[in-house]
């Protein structure tokens, strides 16, 4: 997925917001309703490095279980070939064996909190080089690994904040230059998974 796809679930009127493609931030909108002209930042969340690779890389994975040659030097680490079957209660195999890449992901919900947070940290740092011209600059975080997808919409908030996690959130939050930071995930809503973009600020610090 392009960034430009993630904009439509925040700036969702074109008749208000007439949108440019531009570097540092990634986009320039224009809204006709206030007059403002502001930046947007868009970055993707993933578990990893590696998880990036395996989403971005065509056919990455099949590739390397051919030949663990191919696999970036630090997935060489991460990553680990092994062979699985079936076997039955007696402990005899029953099937073919079949080779596959164990990896590692978040063992928990907070852990991937610790990467929201870490992403708008890392965007902080970076932000001296965005156009200062512009009236302020939003940031979207988007949630490639729908790390929350089994988590009903009106728990998420207990649910992200999990294990004293949230005063982390709430400091890197409050600190933030980003007028608003919204974060794109998929929630159950009404007993179906949907993606929905959420204003953390509106949600922690007001």
């Known amino acids: 997925m392009k960034k430009y796809f993630f904009l439509g679930f925040v700036y969702e009127d074109p008749?208000?917001?007439?949108v440019k493609k531009s570097e540092d931030p990634d986009?320039?909108?224009?809204?006709?309703?206030?007059?403002?002209?502001?930046?947007?930042?868009?970055?993707k969340l993933y578990y990893s490095e590696a998880s990036a690779r395996t989403k971005n890389i065509k056919n990455y994975l099949d590739r390397a279980l051919m030949d663990q040659g191919i696999l970036h030097k630090d997935d060489r680490i991460k990553f680990s070939l092994c062979d699985i079957f079936?076997?039955?209660e007696a402990g005899n195999k029953i099937s073919e064996v079949t080779k596959c890449i164990r990896r590692d992901q978040p063992s928990c919900w907070p852990e991937y909190t610790c990467r929201v947070i870490n992403s708008i940290v890392e965007k902080d740092s970076k932000f001296k080089n965005y156009d200062g011209s512009l009236s302020f600059i939003n940031l979207i975080i988007c949630d490639m690994e729908c790390g929350y997808k089994n988590i009903p919409r009106e728990h998420f908030a207990s649910v992200f904040t999990s294990e004293n996690i949230g005063k982390d959130l709430v400091k890197y939050l409050s600190i933030s230059k980003f007028k608003k930071i919204y974060f794109?995930?998929?929630?159950?809503?009404s007993g179906s998974v949907l993606k929905i973009a959420l204003d953390l600020k509106s949600m922690f610090l007001d």
């Open 27 to 43: 986009f320039k909108i224009a809204d006709a309703e206030t007059g403002d002209i502001f930046g947007v930042e868009v970055t």
């Open 86 to 88: 079936k076997v039955d």
């Open 15 to 18: 008749n208000r917001y007439k």
């Open 184 to 189: 794109i995930t998929d929630l159950i809503c």
